[in-house]
């Protein structure tokens, strides 16, 4: 009897030890400072290119304790998606087509997401490896890629760069996944993503 209340005693005392570590490993949450943050695109097409930026909507990164990054998600707006290589009607065109059903249906699927599943130290401060879902005109598909995390005073700067595969995403317009026979009006299904994320 008394080895069974040592037993039982010894196990609630973990049990509180256990629940004191947890509430002391709590994220904090930095929310995404949308007016210094970009989101850069680069697409590319036979004998040429375009590119521009989308707004970062909303969002925000998570850390530990320790101030290890560990999570967060953030939200784009693509009915912002403008093209800085065209000026004046040439980059309305582009900017209208790209909003368009040809493309990233802004009108249907006004926002597109990026949820942070794994994050993985890559041995040096503020390196990671992230494991993300991706989602654009509601289609997610996961993605990975490298950040780097550096302290600004009161806010931290996280930097990017990975490529995006749209026709994953069912964007089809150009796309020789889909169509045969497009010779120089080929687009190329891959295109680049360059992020700038300010939180604080």
Do not use: C
Request: hydrophobic share 35%; net charge negative; no cysteine.
């Amino acid at each position: 009897m008394k080895n069974l209340l040592l037993i039982l005693s010894l196990l609630f005392s973990v049990s509180i030890i256990t629940a004191a570590n947890d509430s002391n490993s709590e994220s904090k949450t930095m929310s995404v400072v949308s007016s210094e943050s970009t989101l850069y695109w680069k697409g590319y097409k036979v004998g040429g290119w375009h590119e521009g930026f989308v707004t970062i909507k909303d969002g925000h990164l998570s850390f530990d304790d320790q101030g290890n990054f560990n999570g967060g998600r953030f939200v784009i707006d693509m009915t912002t998606i403008n093209t800085t290589d065209l000026t004046g009607n040439s980059a309305e065109r582009l900017e209208g087509h790209l909003k368009s059903d040809d493309f990233f249906s802004v009108e249907t699927y006004p926002e597109a997401h990026l949820n942070i599943k794994r994050v993985i130290s890559r041995g040096e401060p503020g390196d990671y490896r992230i494991v993300a879902d991706l989602t654009i005109k509601g289609i997610t598909h996961e993605i990975r890629f490298n950040t780097l995390i550096e302290d600004k005073g009161n806010m931290k700067h996280a930097v990017a760069e990975f490529k995006v595969d749209r026709s994953l995403y069912d964007v089809r317009f150009g796309s020789g996944s889909f169509f045969a026979n497009l010779g120089d009006n080929t687009i190329y299904d891959e295109f680049d993503i360059k992020v700038n994320l300010v939180v604080r």
